[in-house]
């Protein structure tokens, strides 16, 4: 089994910037890929970004050059830092973890003003 705990989220004005993080604890050495999706109101869960145990990055369209995943093997948590956040950035977003079985936190709300 897999903990996630998400942190981070809040309120910030349109143009600010927010940083996610989420903590894994369990049995983290089945982790190949971690990332993060959002949910906004009326909308279907979608992709965010994600890293692999290598490093390598994916990044849902809407947030390319905006948000930037890293990863701190040491503390097993990974980061994201959203920069430049626009009104339609406003939704839950759920840390997911791809190992033995896909794992996911229980969401961190993040609410841009604009």
């Known amino acids: 089994q897999v903990q996630l705990v998400e942190s981070g989220g809040g309120l910030v004005q349109a143009g600010g910037s927010l940083r996610l993080s989420c903590a894994a604890s369990?049995?983290?050495?089945?982790?190949?890929?971690m990332g993060w999706y959002r949910q906004g109101s009326g909308n279907q869960r979608e992709l965010v970004a994600t890293i692999t145990s290598a490093g390598t990055t994916n990044y849902g369209d809407s947030v390319k050059g905006r948000f930037t995943i890293s990863r701190d093997n040491a503390k097993n948590t990974v980061y994201l830092q959203m920069s430049s956040l626009k009104a339609e950035d406003t939704a839950i977003y759920y840390c997911?973890?791809?190992?033995?079985?896909?794992?996911w936190g229980q969401g961190t709300q993040v609410t841009v003003s604009s």
């Open positions: 369990g049995r983290i050495s089945s982790i190949y890929r």
């Open positions: 997911k973890a791809n190992g033995d079985y896909v794992y």
